[in-house]
């Protein structure tokens, strides 16, 4: 399993989640063709945010060990820095 390539993916959730609140349309470049010259609807904004909060959960529920705490990734990442007695066999 690629542990960094998922993390990097599900913190750009958190990424595209504070542009929105910014304003800023530029990751959703469709979006910003539609709403070439008026600003980002409150209601729409709030769909959006939801929206990319609920994808992000279902990262979680999808790969639930991707936390950075679970021994076994430290040690596929980088098994000089792993207990030994903590990996399992």
């Avoid at 690629?2 to 959703?28: E, P, T, V, W, Y």
């Avoid at 070439?36 to 909060?53: F, G, M, R, V, W």
């Amino acid at each position: 399993m690629h542990h960094d390539i998922i993390r990097a993916f599900m913190a750009k959730f958190d990424l595209l989640k504070c542009r929105i609140q910014q304003g800023n349309r530029a990751s959703f470049r469709n979006l910003d063709s539609a709403l070439a010259h008026s600003n980002l609807d409150s209601e729409l904004e709030k769909q959006i945010i939801t929206h990319l909060s609920d994808l992000k959960a279902e990262f979680i529920n999808y790969f639930p060990d991707i936390d950075d705490k679970h021994e076994a990734w430290k040690f596929i990442r980088n098994p000089f820095l792993s207990e030994v007695a903590g990996v399992a066999d």
